[in-house]
């Protein structure tokens, strides 16, 4: 079992907007910033969204994150085919250990 | 830009040590701003960390993996490194070497190596 809890799956059609939710705990999420990776089959993680909101140079704006108290959530909106993959949220606890997610698979219709 | 790469065994005997090397090339690993770690992922599973090496040798690890596992750091080579002792099967997984940015958040990945356990 995970630390931090992330819905098994979620789908959506092209150009409609998902959510992926992550919930952890105050000694996690509600204390440390928060990761969010897509991991297409076959690859490694690709960051997303870091530092709870920040998106890397080169992930399309359609991506997005927020935190609230001990909760996270990536959200993509205008969905395209390319987006169709494992997402994982991510965060360290005040024990310094790095804590995942199970991961949701994200299913465009 | 900063890259990392896995680099071992890609079969080891059950009972036997896991030993894995992160070569970084593009930025220096004696930067205290960052926690350099290794995590796992089984086939078909999630993302497990299984612990880090900061620049001054300093560690953490996970604790159910904690008495298996030793992460080091050699600043001379810009490598780290991980050995994980009496493996079983179940330590078959794809091991990547990983760098997190302290201050930032910021994080790079290796693309990773699969290690099977078996006889």
């Known amino acids: 079992q995970s630390a931090l809890t992330q819905p098994p799956s979620v789908s959506g059609t092209p150009g409609q907007r998902v959510t992926i939710s992550c919930s952890g705990s105050?000694?996690?999420?509600?204390?440390?910033?928060v990761n969010w990776y897509q991991q297409l089959p076959g690859m490694a993680p690709k960051l997303v969204i870091y530092?709870?909101?920040q998106r890397p140079s080169g992930v399309p704006a359609r991506f997005s994150g927020s935190k609230s108290g001990t909760s996270a959530s990536l959200a993509i909106s205008g969905l395209q085919s390319e987006d169709e993959a494992d997402y994982y949220c991510?965060?360290?606890?005040?024990?310094?250990?790095?804590?995942f997610g199970g991961g949701t698979e994200l299913t465009v219709l | 830009q900063v890259q990392l790469q896995e680099s071992g065994p890609g079969l080891v005997k059950p009972s036997e040590t896991l030993s894995l090397t992160c070569t970084v090339s593009?930025?220096?690993?004696?930067?205290?701003?960052?926690?350099w770690s290794w995590i796992r992922q089984p086939p078909g599973k999630g993302l497990e960390w299984i612990g880090y090496?900061?620049?001054?040798?300093?560690?953490d690890y996970n604790p159910s993996l904690k008495s298996r596992v030793t992460i080091s750091v050699d600043t001379s080579k810009n490598q780290f490194s991980l050995n994980l002792s009496s493996v079983t099967a179940a330590d078959t997984a794809v091991y990547y070497c990983?760098?997190?940015?302290?201050?930032?958040?910021?994080?790079?990945w290796g693309q990773g190596t699969l290690v099977t356990v078996s006889s």
């Open positions: 105050s000694s996690d999420i509600g204390s440390n910033t």
């Open positions: 593009g930025g220096s690993i004696s930067i205290s701003s960052y926690y």
């Open positions: 530092s709870n909101d």
């Open positions: 991510a965060a360290w606890d005040n024990s310094l250990n790095a804590l």
């Open positions: 990983w760098r997190y940015d302290i201050l930032t958040g910021f994080d790079s």
């Open positions: 090496v900061y620049y001054n040798g300093g560690t």
